[in-house]
């Protein structure tokens, strides 16, 4: 399997991708992606709210078109783990934030809204090589009555 350093990449069919310009910032393939307040794509929001829009698909330049996938609850992305440990199979199962715009939080958990839940981990030698506290594979989930297209 290759690694990506940063962002939530596909690993089963997304759904159709949708465009939208970005904001005033560069957005990077794999970046979750909310709605500013503006009609406009931005990576600036660390933590999952109902404007999250979905995953950025391909780089985008200030200002210019984004291609994004929609969020869903039936796509599997593979995300690096940004804390302070390696992810254990005790991760399974749990819903969480996201730590930057472009991995998550193991122990940030989420009782209420949009969240990652964790189906596998990836913590081989080839993933640890890549990330220092391996990948979570999982998918989005919305909890409670937060409104989102999840």
Not at 48 to 56: E, I, K, Q, R, S
Not at 91 to 104: E, K, M, P, R, S
Request: aromatic fraction near 6%; proline fraction near 3%.
């Amino acid at each position: 399997m290759r690694y990506s350093a940063n962002g939530f990449i596909p690993i089963s069919e997304p759904p159709a991708r949708r465009h939208i310009t970005a904001a005033a910032v560069t957005i990077v393939k794999g970046d979750v992606l909310h709605d500013d307040g503006n009609g406009v794509a931005t990576n600036a929001t660390v933590a999952f709210a109902a404007t999250c829009l979905g995953v950025a698909s391909a780089d985008c330049a200030s200002g210019g078109d984004c291609e994004y996938f929609p969020l869903d609850k039936d796509t599997q992305y593979i995300v690096p783990v940004s804390q302070n440990a390696e992810i254990a199979t005790t991760a399974i199962g749990t819903i969480v934030d996201l730590q930057a715009n472009d991995d998550i939080d193991i122990n940030d958990t989420v009782t209420e809204g949009i969240g990652f839940m964790i189906d596998k981990i990836d913590i081989s030698d080839e993933a640890i090589a890549a990330n220092t506290y391996g990948y979570a594979i999982g998918h989005f989930v919305v909890l409670g009555t937060q409104a989102s297209s999840a």
